[in-house]
């Protein structure tokens, strides 16, 4: 049997964690006959589970037949990329052409003798949406690592529009906590701030430690332990059973090897792109067990409306978590000895 676990990012693993609540929010908006939300973003660090989770998520609408699942590619032209791949589709094809959509302009392959062709893209991607309208379906475009770039600033600006002409067009985006938030800070783009932005919360530690026993062959303590160890982060949790499964030997055997695959794979890609003030503090953090705000704030000489604005960033970056009033803990598992070997001054 081959190894159940995945390092390689993006792909979904066959030991995967569903993330329920997510998944069925989105099915139960988009699915009521007048939804109030057309759109989702979902942000989270690396090795958080967004692709994996969007995945999942659009193989549900897959399943039904008044569904069109489109997956863009954030660094293309959108609207080009929306109207070729609705298109490439058989059934979608043939009611463009009965509807005499000649949109031979745009290299679609439709083109109508007698029809003016259609010149401008969004024009024709609405028309083609208001075909797909009276014929009883929706269509679900998924974007992965959204970045604010001139394409996804046109779609959205255009996606806006679809919505205000009532298109049966509905979008699941995910991405880095500072891209998303960079696109809604568009001027031309406000109305993303009314839509739901989700972070990615850790895996269920039950539900790990459940995969981990069936896969691994360990007792339920053991299991506990090793799902603990990964803090939830889903990277970690597969890394962890790979390691395993592949070497033979208990979890703390491979211990090595696991900090030093998160480190390489995910961790130093996080702290390069963290400003130096923000490294500052995750070192106070690093540095105080005990997670106590006032100890950290006495440690780097901070008053609370200094170090507050760090704290805020970083927990909307996933790095840090302020659950408990007055504490604040790393999200990540072993990040802390990563800050405190790597801070430099």
Same mark, same amino acid.
């Given at each position: 049997?081959?190894?159940?676990?995945?390092?390689?990012?993006?792909?979904e693993?066959?030991?995967?964690?569903?993330?329920?609540?997510?998944? *069925?929010?989105?099915?139960?908006?988009?699915? $009521?006959?007048?939804?109030?939300?057309?759109?989702? %973003?979902?942000t989270?660090?690396?090795?958080?589970?967004k692709?994996?989770?969007?995945?999942?998520?659009?193989?549900?609408? +897959?399943?039904? *037949? &008044?569904?069109?699942?489109? &997956? /863009?590619?954030?660094?293309r032209? /959108?609207?080009?990329?929306?109207a070729?791949?609705?298109?490439?589709?058989?059934?979608?094809?043939?009611?463009?052409?009965?509807?005499?959509?000649n949109?031979? @302009?745009?290299?679609?392959g439709?083109?109508? &003798?007698?029809?003016?062709?259609?010149?401008?893209?969004? $024009?024709?991607?609405?028309?083609?949406?208001?075909?797909?309208?009276?014929?009883?379906?929706?269509?679900?475009?998924t974007?992965d690592?959204?970045?604010?770039?001139?394409?996804?600033?046109?779609?959205a $600006?255009s996606?806006q529009?679809?919505?205000?002409?009532?298109?049966?067009?509905?979008?699941?985006?995910?991405g880095?906590?500072?891209?998303?938030d960079n696109?809604?800070?568009?001027?031309?783009?406000?109305f993303?701030?009314r839509?739901p932005?989700?972070?990615?919360?850790?895996?269920?530690?039950?539900?790990?430690?459940? !995969?981990y026993?069936?896969?691994?062959s360990? *007792?339920?303590?053991?299991?506990?332990?090793?799902?603990r @160890?990964?803090?939830?982060?889903?990277?970690a949790? !597969?890394?962890?059973?790979?390691?395993?499964? !592949?070497?033979?030997?208990?979890?703390q055997? #491979?211990?090595?090897?696991?900090?030093?695959?998160?480190?390489?794979?995910?961790?130093r890609? /996080?702290w390069?792109e963290?400003?130096q003030?923000?490294? %500052? #503090?995750?070192?106070?953090?690093?540095?105080?067990?005990?997670?106590?705000?006032?100890?950290i704030?006495?440690q /780097?000489?901070?008053?609370t409306?200094e170090?507050?604005?760090?704290?805020?960033?970083?927990?909307r970056?996933?790095?840090?978590?302020?659950?408990? +009033?007055?504490?604040?803990?790393?999200? @990540?598992? @072993?990040? &802390?000895r990563?800050?405190?070997?790597?801070?430099?001054?």
């Amino acid at each position: 049997m081959s190894n159940p676990f995945s390092i390689s990012f993006g792909i979904e693993p066959t030991m995967l964690i569903s993330r329920v609540t997510a998944t *069925d929010a989105v099915l139960e908006t988009f699915l $009521a006959e007048r939804p109030m939300n057309q759109i989702y %973003m979902f942000t989270g660090v690396r090795g958080s589970g967004k692709t994996v989770f969007l995945t999942e998520t659009a193989n549900r609408f +897959r399943e039904r *037949d &008044d569904w069109i699942v489109i &997956d /863009l590619n954030p660094e293309r032209d /959108l609207l080009q990329a929306l109207a070729a791949k609705l298109c490439s589709r058989k059934d979608l094809y043939t009611l463009f052409e009965s509807a005499r959509l000649n949109l031979s @302009l745009f290299g679609l392959g439709i083109e109508i &003798d007698g029809e003016p062709p259609i010149s401008d893209i969004e $024009a024709a991607v609405s028309r083609m949406l208001q075909h797909i309208k009276k014929a009883g379906k929706r269509v679900l475009v998924t974007i992965d690592e959204v970045t604010n770039n001139e394409h996804m600033k046109i779609f959205a $600006a255009s996606f806006q529009m679809f919505l205000r002409e009532g298109m049966p067009l509905f979008l699941l985006m995910t991405g880095l906590y500072e891209n998303i938030d960079n696109l809604q800070n568009e001027n031309s783009l406000t109305f993303l701030f009314r839509a739901p932005k989700i972070p990615m919360e850790p895996l269920n530690i039950g539900a790990m430690a459940a !995969q981990y026993e069936k896969s691994l062959s360990v *007792d339920r303590e053991t299991a506990v332990k090793m799902a603990r @160890l990964t803090k939830g982060y889903p990277f970690a949790f !597969q890394v962890l059973g790979y390691l395993c499964y !592949q070497k033979h030997c208990g979890y703390q055997a #491979v211990l090595p090897d696991f900090e030093l695959y998160i480190n390489e794979y995910v961790y130093r890609k /996080l702290w390069s792109e963290l400003s130096q003030k923000d490294k %500052m #503090v995750m070192y106070g953090i690093a540095q105080c067990p005990s997670g106590r705000i006032r100890e950290i704030r006495e440690q /780097l000489n901070l008053t609370t409306n200094e170090f507050n604005p760090y704290r805020q960033r970083l927990i909307r970056k996933g790095l840090i978590s302020g659950e408990e +009033r007055g504490i604040v803990k790393m999200t @990540l598992p @072993l990040f &802390d000895r990563y800050v405190l070997e790597n801070y430099i001054e």
